[in-house]
């Protein structure tokens, strides 16, 4: 059995900016252990048409190494899949990391000795190692929602999944195609798909505010600025609460004059993505000011749209706008103008089954050759609880978090001694800019694990006092914000059947967050307990 300083799972940005930490400014011996044939992650799995990050590409990248940044130029404003791949490949091999990754490795068993102070890794592989860190670099968004609908095995078209999409693409040309699922995912890829299909049926539950992308490829010019505002842009999204590179709003929106607010929201819709978010500064906690921002999208919703069946469809919301993850978009409604592509709304029309050509709902019949889902992810705990992992006295984490998840700070979990998550539940995480989440978080575990080290430390394990405040935190930062409205948002765990309804991410800023974490390490990991060999 071969043995390592630190196991990580996971070669998305987390896991490789870890390896890169521990090996380098540690001098560990560490082994990445990774389920697909190459580096990536979520951007591995995630290459179904119009795939497409929706944070600005000077943004979405690490910021730990100017040389890094500068030396990496990116096409356009927002980042395509396969350009965020080859990026994630250029880090690795600029790093020299590939040569401690095991690629097609799946972790199924994480199992924590308490004598020898060290965790026994098992894969798939009928592979054995030990190490004595485990850190979890899995993501948040990596296990798929796969809705179960009856007589699946009676289907005799294609399925898939966005989040598991084929590497080799699937032939979807000149085919009736049904689409589940309308959040960010499915707003990318139903214009895409519907430039190909014959036919293309979207089976709709709860429709989702989208604001323009305005995409645009990047100029030289604009290349170079960016590299000049290195640092510029580097403290702006320390300071922004969701890590992004601009200043928040200090303006109320229902106490802004009519004319003016809306010349501000045409303002920011022109320039499109996610900053349209910080038009105003209380849409997130004032019912009044929430109304400005949902009434003006869907004014806008509905000039697109040609059809008004179609449009109340679209706007038919049961959520305030910021509530659910807020996509952006390129022509999301405006292909619903297209005479190939159809809107079912399965609240009113629930789906039954499968049938040999296609799938039935309660009032109809729709013959489909591909299924798509884009259904999303078992968010934040999915791929965790899927693995088997058993911490000090026998303990399992799907056992101690069977009425939700507790941690410390996102990082750490009671009883699961030298066992880290990276953006974890708990952590600001999805409510963020990844990238500036991963990197706090990898160089606080990074700066622990030192702390240890120097101290000759065998084991760090947070307390449960310490996970339950925390956990009453993450409660408390998030009861004065709309995300609490949405009742099927994965924020809450509502897309999962039989998952704890409980708000999963810190939604009090990053911003915050770093602070907090800061603290605890200046004052000695305060809420944890260390152990040594005496």
């Known amino acids: 059995m071969n043995h390592y300083d630190a196991i990580i799972i996971g070669a998305g940005f987390s896991g490789l900016y870890q390896l890169h930490f521990l090996r380098e400014n540690l001098g560990l011996n560490v082994k990445i252990l990774e389920t697909a044939d190459n580096v990536g992650g979520t951007w591995f799995w995630n290459r179904y048409p119009g795939s497409r990050c929706d944070t600005e590409s000077k943004a979405y990248t690490y910021y730990f190494s100017k040389e890094l940044y500068e030396d990496w130029n990116w096409s356009e404003r927002y980042p395509t899949q396969p350009e965020i791949e080859k990026y994630l490949n250029y880090v690795c091999d600029k790093l020299d990391l590939r040569k401690d990754i095991e690629f097609q490795t799946k972790v199924t068993d994480l199992i924590y000795d308490n004598e020898r102070k060290t965790w026994t890794t098992l894969t798939n592989n009928k592979e054995k190692f030990s190490s004595k860190f485990i850190i979890s670099a899995v993501g948040c968004l990596s296990y798929a929602n796969m809705p179960v609908i009856p007589n699946k095995n009676k289907f005799q078209g294609e399925i898939y999944h966005t989040g598991d999409w084929p590497k080799i693409e699937p032939e979807l040309a000149n085919k009736n195609i049904g689409i589940i699922g309308t959040g960010s995912t499915g707003i990318q890829v139903i214009p895409e798909v519907a430039k190909l299909a014959k036919k293309l049926t979207v089976f709709q539950r709860t429709p989702n505010y989208s604001v323009p992308a305005n995409n645009y490829k990047l100029t030289q010019n604009q290349k170079n600025q960016a590299n000049i505002d290195f640092h510029k842009s580097k403290e702006l999204m320390f300071q922004h609460r969701g890590g992004h590179p601009w200043t928040h709003s200090h303006i109320s929106a229902k106490a802004t004059e009519v004319t003016k607010r809306n010349a501000l929201y045409e303002k920011a819709w022109a320039n499109g993505g996610l900053s349209f978010r ?30 008004p069946d179609t449009a109340a469809m679209l706007t038919d919301f049961d959520h305030p706008f910021g509530s659910k993850r807020p996509p952006i978009d390129t022509n999301y409604y405006e292909t619903f103008n297209r005479k190939n592509v159809d809107l079912i709304n399965i609240r009113k029309d629930p789906i039954k089954s499968f049938k040999t050509n296609g799938i039935t709902t309660e009032k109809n019949d729709y013959e489909l050759e591909v ?73 606080w575990i990074g700066n622990c694990i030192k702390y240890m080290l120097k101290n000759d430390y065998d084991s760090i394990q947070t307390t449960v006092e310490a996970a339950d405040d925390w956990t009453e935190n993450v409660q408390e930062a998030v009861k004065d914000n709309f995300f609490l409205s949405a009742k099927h948002s994965w924020y809450l765990g509502g897309n999962i059947p039989g998952k704890p309804k409980i708000f999963i991410p810190y939604a009090g800023g990053l911003n915050k967050y770093r602070e907090i974490c800061d603290l605890v390490a200046q004052n000695d990991y305060r809420g944890c307990i260390f152990t040594k060999t005496t």
Not at 280 to 306: P, R, V
């Open 278 to 307: 910080d038009t105003f500064s209380d849409l997130s906690i004032d019912a009044d000011s929430n109304l400005t921002a949902s009434q003006f999208i869907i004014n806008k919703i509905k000039k697109i749209i040609k059809n």
């Open 371 to 443: 299924l798509i889902f884009a259904t999303g992810f078992d968010a934040l705990t999915g791929t965790l609880l899927n693995m088997n992992i058993i911490g000090d006295n026998n303990i399992s984490l799907k056992n101690i978090w069977q009425t939700g998840p507790k941690t410390n700070l996102g990082l750490l979990v009671p009883n699961f001694p030298n066992l880290f998550l990276i953006t974890g539940p708990g952590s600001p995480a999805v409510l963020t800019n990844m990238p500036r989440a991963i990197e706090q978080h990898v160089e």
